[in-house]
């Protein structure tokens, strides 16, 4: 391939603009590096609302976001715990207000996505919108990258494209599933019908398998079912699941679900690994290089700390210094191990449900 004289130079190109690519995009921009991003819209998987635990506030504090999500209730608001009857239907209650840290949030995507970008454009990161890769070669210790509407050179490219895994897939790297898994749910809008019961997560079993519902601070309720792809082969099993499991919301669901079919949405929500997270003069961060099953709550965070990670391991490649890739490869391998024995754990208690 032959890039054109117009071809864009830079020193890092990343593919994707979710949290994984703008996070690492604004740090490796703060250091001083000059990076484009990748993204297009049109790549884009629908996202539920979302929770990040308690867990997670010493990172959100290390990449300076606590402001962020204390500033504007679009972008989040205070989760205050979980109520699951994930073991023989006893409530099991995890009430986070009771954390010394503070308290867990709830992320409402596309705000808290737009605004990542936002602080990533101020921090001098260079966004190429509606663009997605064409072909890539690597040449003389060169990336050569076409994309749909420009052609780009750099040293180092990062995977962040989420489940897809476009850039490192390209690159020859394979995806190994621990469990194939898709979720099916509704957004319901605040109406008057529905009592306020903002910031709580709800984890619910029942025969047909296991779901969650889950306000956010303007008053939409998500509820979702969670299945192996195995049992998707019954039709309505969607419909039928969340029914099973919200029947105190039985008349919006049923007017949803009949109205307007398209009201159901259905994403990828298998947890997987790559063979290597890194090669040559790449790496892949968040679900791009780790992606979990949402019962582990764990894919924000990680998608925040593989690219804070990432970003040290491509500064220090690029000083010269290749084995932070390879530290950073065995610390992303630890994680799904840990999180993937959790998971076969949670599952156990649950006999039926284990995929
Ligand atoms: C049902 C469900 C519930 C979840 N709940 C939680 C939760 O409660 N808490 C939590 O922490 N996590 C949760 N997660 C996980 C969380 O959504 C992901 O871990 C997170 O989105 C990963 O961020 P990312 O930046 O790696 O990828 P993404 O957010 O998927 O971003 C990928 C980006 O790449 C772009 N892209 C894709 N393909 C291309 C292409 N070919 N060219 C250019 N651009 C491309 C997309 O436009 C997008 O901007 C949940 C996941 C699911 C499925």
Sequence with gaps: MHLPAS??????????????????ARLLSLWGFNVIVIDSEKKKTYKFHEVLPPSSLPLLDALELQSLFKSDPRVATPCSGVTSNWYQNETYYDDYFASPGGSAWVVERIFFDQQLKNIAT????????????QDIVFVDGVWELNTNNKSIQAPFVIDASGRASVLSRNLGAK???????????????????????????SIKTSSSGWGYSLMNGLGELNLVAVSTSKRLTKKDYFNETLLSLFPEYEDTLLS?????????????????????????????????????D?????????????????????????????????????????????S???????????TEQLP
Aim: proline share 3%; net charge positive; hydrophobic share 45%.
């Design 175 to 201: 995806k190994l599933i621990g469990a194939s898994m898709v979720a099916g749910g509704v957004s319901i809008p605040r109406s008057s019908d529905i009592e306020m019961r903002s910031g709580r997560l």
């Design 256 to 292: 949803r679900l009949k109205h307007d079919q398209s009201s159901l949405k259905r994403v990828d929500a298998s947890s997987s690994i790559l063979d290597s997270v890194v090669g040559d003069a790449w790496l892949a961060i968040g679900d791009a290089a780790t992606a979990f």
């Design 7 to 24: 071809a864009v130079l830079c020193d890092v190109a990343i593919v994707g603009a979710g949290p994984a690519g703008c996070t690492t």
């Design 340 to 350: 993937e024995k959790g998971r076969a754990y949670l599952y156990g208690m649950q």
């Design 294 to 338: 949402p019962i582990t709550s764990q894919g924000l965070v990680n998608a925040l700390s593989s690219a804070m990670m990432g970003a040290h391991a491509c500064r220090e490649f690029l000083a010269g210094n290749p084995l932070g890739l390879l530290a950073y490869n065995k610390a992303i391998q630890a994680t799904w191990q840990r």
């Design 122 to 133: 101020y921090n001098g990161v260079t966004f190429l919108n509606d663009s997605f890769i």
